[in-house]
């Protein structure tokens, strides 16, 4: 059976495998705002923080993105924001609300999140990615997951960094 989320109460499908707690995160690459390739996930030395989003140019998307930058200040940790925007309007966006201490990325080429299990399957917002967040150790094991089972809803700030301060 397919995991789930929902979109204004009403559930809609993910595709892809689930991803949970103790697995190995996969290696994704994703599309930098200057058009470079990044991966994400795998072994990196150091903690990273992969967070997935419907859009930037969403008002719960934005407010995400931009808290996000401003609590992981001064972490040693990578901190990606993931969604299906294309690179010009994510770099745009951070340049417009001055977003440094997180790189923003698109996965609008290859679809690599599905390895995480978060493109949405069907509904009005198949094709782009729920929102969910991925703490990933520096040997590369997931050690912290939150699939917000409400798409339209913030995830749990203080959940995510009380996990990033203890690795």
Known sequence: MATTVNLKGNPVALAGPELNV?????????????????????????????ITVPSLDTPVCETETKKFNELVAGLDVEVYVVSMDLPFAEKR????????????????RYRDMEKYGVLIAEGALKGILARAVF?????????????????????????????????
């Open 22 to 50: 103790g697995d190995k995160a996969p290696e994704a690459v994703v599309v930098a705002s200057d058009l470079s390739e990044i991966t994400v996930g795998g072994a990196k030395g150091k903690p990273q923080i992969i």
């Open 93 to 108: 966006f951070c340049e417009s609300y001055g977003i440094e201490n997180v790189k923003v990325a698109s996965d609008f």
């Open 135 to 167: 703490v990933v150790d520096k040997d590369g094991k997931v050690v912290y997951k939150q699939l917000v089972p409400e798409i339209t809803e913030e995830p749990n700030y203080d959940e995510v960094l009380s996990c990033v301060k203890s690795l």
